[in-house]
Nanobody, 116 residues
């Protein structure tokens, strides 16, 4: 079974940047997939932050437009999230996902903390 693994989380001051990465920890065979990043802040429900389809078309939540950039190397099923101008309200556990026609795969998450 395919497992996704996130990396790149950590603590940063407001206005700082982080780059999250996600790759399969086992051999994957995605033929048609949409990759995404979601986040869950303490006491809140999970929300989609960004997604990208195989044509390279990205979609962003209004709260991160102009600050976050999603990209992917579909040849090896990796996906990235460049986060700039981070704000305290961006503090959350970030999860990557791979949505296929059969099911959606999730990683275990990586914590991002934005605080002065």
């Amino acid at each position: 079974q395919v497992q996704l693994a996130e990396s790149g989380g950590g603590a940063v001051q407001p206005g700082g940047s982080l780059r999250l990465s996600c790759a399969p920890s086992s051999r994957s065979t995605f033929s048609r997939v949409v990759f995404g990043w979601s986040r869950q802040a303490p006491g809140k429900s999970r929300e989609m932050v960004a997604s990208i389809d195989m044509s390279g078309t990205p979609t962003y939540a209004d709260s991160v437009k102009g600050r976050f950039t999603i990209s992917s190397v579909f040849a090896n099923d990796t996906v990235f999230l460049q986060m700039d101008n981070l704000k305290p309200e961006d503090t959350a556990v970030y999860y990557c996902s791979a949505r296929t026609s059969a099911r959606t795969y999730w990683g275990k998450g990586t914590l991002v903390t934005v605080s002065s």
